[in-house]
């Protein structure tokens, strides 16, 4: 799939290291996960490298730190714009590793984009603050400044969204990066860093450390125990989240977490029911089910649960499952074999503890699995607890406003949750109780770079995108004048 790139200087293989492509002293296979067959052989590198990537992006720190705002976001429009021209093969770089549609990888790609856009223009709004005195001899000035050198850990399910969220704000407020993309769409990240350096991006101020699953662990503990870094971000499972912020601890570094989630989705009474559908068709089946934002819960009130099961498995039978790459599908494989297992697991749990198939539940091929509604779930089944992260929509049935609430919030996960009602008053009352960073009120879709993105409880620390976004890359700074 990838011979037909119109552009082949994209498709890069070496990581790159203080503005030079390095190929390491071995190799790991990049896979399609719809055929499962070899797409390229990518640098795999170590430890020393990733030290040599830190040294370089220290480096790179000052001459960038000390551009003004305006020239740092000129470059940053430039490579901006230049993913935009380039949409086509980015988009085919990406179907090719993660699997999702071509239709939807495009999307990725502009949306990836937007937040370069967001933030060149952002750079130029880090105010700062002078705050009234309480002295007549002195004068209190609070400035901001870049942070430092950044890591970035990322993950395959948004393989370019989920570096340019990081690398943007980081780059905006004049930080250099080190980024560690997922083992299984290095690709996608070496692409977009290609067309940064043709934009002009200075030698060391964006790195990739291109690394299998073995070696990404090694250049984790590397990237977290640094001294030089001062700042983590990553995006990924709680598990890992959790082992990345122990070891960050020695080195007191500020850290940036977005982890799993387990959304609800909440269906009052009132709510317009298509649209409900609607919604949960798009929150649940985008990237086959693998966001960490899709809907994992289905919480449907008693007067109108059959007919949602029903309008949902109708919708979900419709969706055509195939390789990204064929005019129609809209669903591709899942990752990878593991995941295919996850899924398969978490419908067995629930069909051998009483729920009921409405649509879906087949593997196809190895690892294309069809959309899959069950009904007469209970909280006793994994898919309760648990992220599925794959095209399951388990619907659970409440009688009461303050039982979905109670049921909603009962995990240790806080990202998005979503709920449909032309209530006024429930819409607010329902909206302040869920304990989660992002609502979809009457809406599936949540996500765009001018919005605060993040999790409360065990989904994560900050917010990636809005102006906050930028605020996990500053260090704030109070000047005392005296002797006025
Ligand atoms: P997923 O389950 O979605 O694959 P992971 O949390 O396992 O998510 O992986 C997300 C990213 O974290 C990937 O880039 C992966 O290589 C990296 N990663 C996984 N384990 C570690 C670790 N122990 N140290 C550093 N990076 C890790």
């Known amino acids: 799939p990838l011979a037909t ?29 719809a055929t499962g067959l070899k797409l390229a052989s990518v640098a795999n590198l170590g430890p020393v490298d990733c030290h040599n990537a830190i040294v370089a992006a220290d480096k790179a720190w000052g001459p960038w730190r000390s551009k003004t705002a305006k020239e740092r976001g000129a470059v940053m429009m430039k490579w901006f714009h230049l993913i935009h021209q380039h949409a086509d093969d980015l988009a085919r770089i990406m179907t090719a590793e993660q699997g999702k549609p071509l239709a939807e990888a495009r999307g990725e790609v502009v949306y990836g984009a937007s937040f370069i856009e967001w933030f060149a223009e952002e750079a130029k ?31 395959w399910n948004f393989p370019i969204a989920m570096i340019t969220r990081k690398v943007a704000p980081a780059l905006a407020a004049g930080c250099s990066v080190v980024i560690k993309p997922a083992e299984a769409t290095p690709l996608s990240a070496l692409a977009v860093a290609e067309l940064a350096q043709r934009a002009g991006m200075p030698a060391g101020v964006l790195n990739i450390i291109t690394a299998d699953a073995e070696q990404s662990i090694a250049v984790g503990q590397v990237l977290c125990s640094s001294d030089v870094v001062r700042h983590l971000s ?28 387990n959304a609800p989705f909440i269906v009052f009474d009132d709510a317009d029911l298509d649209s409900a559908v609607e919604g949960a068709m798009v929150s649940k089946y985008r990237n086959a089910g693998q966001t960490c934002v899709c809907a994992n819960r289905f919480y449907v009130q008693a ?29 591709g494989p899942l990752i990878d074999d593991q995941a295919v297992h996850k899924v398969e697991s978490h419908v067995a749990d629930a069909l ?49 406003e303050a039982e ?13 949750s979503y709920f449909y009602s032309r209530d006024i008053g429930r819409v607010f009352r329902v909206g302040e109780a869920l304990e989660y960073g992002m609502v979809g009120i009457n809406t599936g879709l949540i996500s765009t770079a001018e919005v605060p993105f993040g999790g409360v409880k065990q989904s994560g620390l900050g ?15 109070y000047l005392c004048l005296g002797d006025i």
């Not at 082949?8 to 503005?19: M, N, Y």
């Not at 779930?377 to 992220?387: D, F, G, I, Y």
């Open 303 to 331: 007067g109108v649960y059959d007919s949602f099961v029903e309008k949902l498995a109708a919708k979900s039978r419709g969706i055509k499952v195939g390789n990204g790459f064929e005019a129609g599908v809209h669903q």
């Open 352 to 400: 051998g503890k009483g729920a009921r198939l409405v649509a879906g539940g087949q593997r196809i091929g190895d690892r294309f699995y069809t959309p899959t509604v069950l009904a007469d779930v209970t909280s006793e089944m994994l898919c309760a607890r648990e992220e599925t992260f794959g095209p399951v929509a388990p619907v659970f049935r409440f009688e009461t």
């Open 234 to 261: 990553f995006t990924g499972s709680t598990e890992v989240g959790r082992i990345l912020a122990r070891q960050c601890a020695p080195t007191v570094k500020k850290i940036s977490l977005e982890l799993g989630g």
């Open 125 to 155: 709004r880090v105010y700062g603050e002078t705050i009234p005195t309480t002295d007549n001899n002195k004068r209190y000035i609070v400035i901001k400044q870049p942070i430092g050198v950044c890591a970035a850990i990322t993950p």
């Open 463 to 477: 917010r990636e995108g809005a102006h906050q976004g930028i605020d996990d890359y500053i260090e704030i700074k």
């Open 404 to 416: 979905a609430i109670a049921l909603a919030n009962n995990t240790e996960f806080g990202l998005a």
């Open 5 to 33: 790139l119109a552009d082949p200087g994209l498709l890069k293989t070496d990581a790159l290291i203080g503005g030079e492509w390095v190929g390491g002293n071995s190799r790991f296979d990049v896979t399609d996960p």
